[in-house]
C-alpha cells in the first residue's frame, strides 16, 4: 500500500535527496550571475534538446561576447553560430535569438515582455522556455514540464497525461501556484538523475512509498 500523495512532503524528501547532483541549467545559471529575463530566455532555447551538460558551457561561452539584445545583434550571424556550436541546430538557435533581440530592441526598449503571452508570441519560444524564464528570472508562476518532469508525475500516477503540453495544463490546475517553480527546479534533476527514464533508481527513492510507479517493470 502506498501513502496518500503529499506534494510538499515529497518535495521536500527530493529537495534534500538532490543536494548532491547538479542543479538545472537554468537554475545554475542564475546563481552564477545571469540572471535578466534576456539571459534566460536564450539560454532555454539553447537547451532545447541538449543536455545540461552542454547549454551551461555554450551559454557561458556566448555570453561571454553578448548578454544584452544590443549586444547580440552587434554579432555576426556566422559568429553567433559558432558560439552555439555544440547545441542542437546552431543555425536554427541563432536566427531565433538573433530575431528575439531584434524584436527586444526595435519594440521593447531592449528589454523582453515579461508576461507568458509575451514571450510565447517571440518566433521561436514555445511554452516551456517561457514558464522557465519567468519563473527562473522574473519569480512568476510558471510550469515548465520537460521530458523530465512528465515522466516523473505520470510515473507517480498523479498525472495520467501523455504529451508534456497536457502534463503543464494538468499541474496548473492542481498545484499551488507558490509550487509552480519549486516543481521546475527539483524535479528536472530528480527526473534526471534518480526517477531516470530507463531503470530508475526505485530502490533508493526518497519518495517511493508515495509512488504508483506506473510503467515501470525493471529498475535499480
Not at 63 to 81: C, D, G, I, S
Request: proline content about 6%.
Amino acid at each position: 500500500m502506498k501513502l496518500p500523495f503529499d506534494l510538499e512532503t515529497v518535495l521536500t524528501k527530493i529537495e534534500k535527496a538532490i543536494a548532491a547532483y547538479p542543479k538545472a541549467a537554468m537554475f545554475d545559471l542564475y546563481e552564477r550571475g545571469y540572471t535578466s529575463l534576456f539571459e534566460q530566455l536564450i539560454s532555454c532555447i539553447i537547451s532545447v534538446r541538449t543536455l545540461d551538460e552542454t547549454t551551461i558551457p555554450v551559454s557561458l561561452k556566448l555570453f561571454a561576447k553578448a548578454r544584452t539584445p544590443e549586444a547580440m545583434l552587434l554579432l555576426p550571424h556566422e559568429n553567433l553560430v559558432q558560439l552555439l556550436l555544440g547545441s542542437t541546430f546552431p543555425g536554427q538557435k541563432a536566427d531565433t535569438i538573433l530575431g528575439i533581440s531584434k524584436i527586444a530592441v526595435e519594440q521593447y526598449g531592449g528589454n523582453l515582455p515579461a508576461t507568458f503571452e509575451g514571450l510565447t508570441a517571440l518566433k521561436g519560444v514555445g511554452p516551456k522556455c517561457a514558464n522557465l524564464a519567468l519563473g527562473v528570472a522574473a519569480k512568476l508562476p510558471g510550469i515548465s514540464v520537460d521530458i523530465h518532469v512528465h515522466r516523473v508525475v505520470n510515473r507517480w500516477g498523479v498525472a495520467k497525461t501523455t504529451q508534456p503540453e497536457q502534463t503543464m495544463v494538468f499541474l496548473q490546475k492542481n498545484v499551488p501556484q507558490e509550487k509552480w517553480i519549486d516543481l521546475n527546479r527539483l524535479l528536472m534533476p530528480f527526473g534526471k538523475h534518480i526517477c531516470t527514464g530507463n531503470l530508475p533508481h526505485c530502490s533508493t527513492c526518497p519518495v517511493l512509498d508515495y509512488c504508483e510507479q506506473v510503467g515501470v517493470t525493471k529498475h535499480r
